[in-house]
């Protein structure tokens, strides 16, 4: 299941769930763990002998309301969740409800199921089918024009979308999204820089040597995210918000820590948060039509702000299974859980690579194992192989520099690596991704059935 899972990678949550009744030969039938109480608490009136399981997400349309909305409109299309029986919409098809319209000139973003398209000013319809048409196998959904010249949309009804990372990678354990592997990377902190150590996150300490140890759960990745200045809420199990990312993949950090991506809910444009929860941010950073960026830190201006964002997430899920009903107490205020006991059962969930990680125990071990290989080669790696982007060094020290901010680690007090050492470019991320392939080539060493050969 381990190797499946790395092959095909579903999300869970949208389509509902279904009943799988229990016969009485189960051992779960009649459980104490499944009784119906009568108000008394004490007088057992019956039993729960089924088990709840999540449908597969099936493929929609699912226009983003972060999408730029005269773009959207000039589509014939609105900010929605299209439904097969709504008007205009088929079983496999949403067609337009008007001719496209000249306004598609002025381009914009055109956010179908969390992928962003960027229709560049000036396009036309056809290049605006060509563009998402060419997200086709990320969305599920390909374009066309009918006689009339309205946009018709064209989903694969009843499939589900195969959202794994195309490349041989481990992605069980780093994720198959950017914004994924990110918030798996393990943070730490020297002064005011921030550290990229090459680690999984990991639990808590439990051998003494400062470093975690097993699995990480919800709560850890919350604390890890916390050092780089990202909060995380309750909120985002379900969908992995976009994290703000530098040219080669890995997280873009100044001296503010990491930032999450939010589009205006009109334009479309990008502005920079820490806080998922977006009325909870005291600053942002808007990222300008020529690339440069602004800082907003004015009370006045973020209160008029906020109230304009969304944020963006991926489409990925840190948790697709989890116990059901834990997100019952969930408010729409905090973000947050406010059941105690709720509180306590999401922040003990394991977070992997794979939001199923908790769907069995079996499955659960085997992610653990991995883990476990994964982070201990990182000390001698760095004692072999000098990672670094731009490396200035003393007798007894080196700095290493990723856009103007100290990052990533130091030496050892007493000096540094050796003359001969192996120079490799991209720091303690480009250390993440040595561990996640030397892992990953160790797993096909031990696997001779040919499963899992393509995760």
């Known amino acids: 299941q381990f190797f499946d899972h790395g092959l095909d990678f579903v999300h869970k949550g949208a389509d509902g769930a279904i009943l799988v009744p229990l016969l009485p030969s189960d051992a779960l039938y009649n459980h104490p763990d499944n009784a119906i109480y009568a108000p008394d608490g004490v007088t057992v009136v019956g039993y729960n002998n089924f088990i709840i399981a999540s449908r597969t997400d099936t493929v929609h349309v699912d226009i983003s309301k972060a999408s730029t909305d005269t773009l959207v409109s000039a589509l014939g299309l609105a900010e929605d969740r299209y439904t097969a029986g709504e008007p205009g919409v088929a079983n496999g098809t949403v067609t337009g409800n008007s001719a496209i319209g000249p306004d598609i000139a002025e381009g914009g973003v055109f956010i179908l199921n969390s992928t962003v398209i960027t229709i560049a000013r000036g396009a036309t319809a056809a290049d605006v089918v060509a563009a998402i048409n060419a997200e086709a196998v990320t969305t599920g959904v390909s374009a066309a024009f009918n006689g009339s010249n309205h946009l018709v949309l064209t989903y694969a009804q009843g499939e589900s979308r195969n959202t794994v990372s195309p490349f041989i990678d481990l992605s069980q354990s780093y994720g198959s999204s950017a914004s994924h592997t990110a918030f798996v990377r393990d943070y730490d902190k020297a002064g005011s820089s921030f550290v990229i150590t090459g680690r999984l996150v990991s639990g808590i300490d439990t051998n003494g040597d400062g470093l975690g140890d097993g699995m990480a759960t919800w709560k850890d990745i919350k604390d890890n995210a916390a050092i780089v200045g990202v909060t995380l809420h309750d909120k985002d199990v379900t969908n992995i918000p976009q994290v703000r990312l530098a ?168 000096g540094g690596r050796g003359a001969g050492s192996v120079v490799v470019p991209g720091g303690g991320h480009q250390l993440g991704h040595v561990l996640q392939v030397a892992l990953q080539v160790r797993r096909h060493g031990r696997v001779h059935d040919g499963a899992g050969e393509g995760a």
Do not use: C
């Open 247 to 414: 040219a080669d993949g890995s997280p873009f950090l100044d001296t503010s820590g990491m930032w999450l991506v939010a589009r205006h809910q009109v334009t479309g444009q990008v502005y920079y948060v820490q806080d998922s929860l977006i009325g909870a941010n005291t600053v942002a950073v808007r990222l300008n039509a020529d690339g440069t960026t602004t800082l907003i830190s004015d009370a006045a201006a973020i209160a008029a702000l906020t109230p304009t964002l969304l944020l963006q997430a991926v489409g990925h899920a840190f948790l697709d299974d989890m116990a059901h009903g834990v997100l019952g107490s969930l408010s729409p205020v905090t973000g947050d859980l406010t059941n105690p006991d709720a509180i306590a059962l999401l922040n003990a969930h394991y977070i992997a690579g794979d939001g199923r990680v908790n769907e069995n125990i079996g499955l659960t071990a085997i992610h653990d194992v991995f883990h476990a290989e994964g982070n201990p080669p990182t000390k001698q790696l760095r004692s072999e192989v000098e990672f670094s982007r731009n490396v200035t060094r003393g007798d007894s020290s080196e700095k290493i520099e990723v856009q103007g901010q100290p990052d990533h680690w130091l030496p050892q007090a007493g």
